[in-house]
């Protein structure tokens, strides 16, 4: 049962380099979130998307795309990423929709030159 | 406005010692609580939370946090600390009316030592 899995781990990037963060669930949840952390800051939300199809914005969702095209996978997308994008990226699921997230992934740490 | 505070950065403490972890919230709404852990390299676990009832909330691996509405804190304690709680804990706050989102404070490095 791996829960909520994130690919890649690491990954370093040139400014204006575009790139695709994946996120697949295998709990069957509804909820999905994508957080960045930043040391100092806490978690803030980018993303989040209650079911197949539909996404809403977040505290900071300038800069990111997303794309929910099926229930299990949910994908951040950095068209032209920037040094302020340096950050550890967590997606995150829940059962129902709404709410706190309840099952996070290991992260994605990534660092834009 | 509506904020989070972990005062603490860093709380170091002696195994099977207590702790008490601290969290403070501003908010002219309700509030729901929570706190997650976050071990090394790993993503949060959520730990316990409040969302109506009981003030006191025991959660996972022996660790309780009460719900004080009149200090507006939501303070996370363990009697007796190990070396595997060694971790970062957030508390988080979802402000009623604020949809799905999740406000998390800066988080509290605890470290436990021998």
């Known amino acids: 049962n791996a829960g909520v899995t994130q690919t890649p781990k690491f990954q370093v990037l040139k400014t204006g380099q575009s790139m695709t963060l994946q996120c697949a669930q295998d709990?069957?949840?509804?909820?999905m979130y994508w957080y960045r952390q930043d040391p100092g800051m806490g978690l803030r939300l980018i993303y989040y998307?209650?079911?197949?199809?539909?996404?809403d914005k977040g505290e900071v969702p300038n800069g990111y795309n997303v794309s929910r095209l099926n229930k299990r996978e949910f994908s951040l997308r950095l068209e032209s990423a920037a040094p302020s994008q340096t950050s550890v990226y967590f997606c995150?699921?829940?059962?129902?929709?709404?709410?706190?997230?309840?099952?996070f992934g290991d992260g994605t740490r990534l660092s834009i030159l | 406005a509506q904020s989070v505070t972990q005062l603490d950065s860093q709380v170091p403490v002696f195994e099977e010692a207590p702790v008490e972890l601290r969290c403070n919230y501003s908010?002219?709404?309700?509030?729901?609580l929570f706190w997650y852990v976050q071990y090394p390299n790993q993503g949060l676990q959520l730990l316990l939370k409040?969302?109506?009832?009981?003030?006191l909330v025991k959660g996972i691996n022996g660790f309780e946090a009460e719900f004080n509405k009149s200090q507006t804190s939501f303070h996370l304690r363990k009697p007796s600390v190990h070396i595997s709680d060694t971790a970062e804990y957030f508390c988080?706050?979802?402000?009623?009316?604020?949809?799905?989102?999740?406000?998390f404070g800066t988080g509290t490095q605890l470290k436990v030592e021998l």
């Open positions: 908010s002219s709404v309700s509030v729901y």
């Open positions: 709990m069957n949840h509804n909820s």
């Open positions: 998307s209650a079911s197949e199809g539909t996404t």
């Open positions: 995150a699921s829940r059962l129902g929709q709404g709410g706190q997230p309840q099952h």
């Open positions: 409040y969302l109506s009832g009981s003030t």
């Open positions: 988080a706050v979802r402000f009623e009316g604020g949809g799905n989102k999740l406000t």
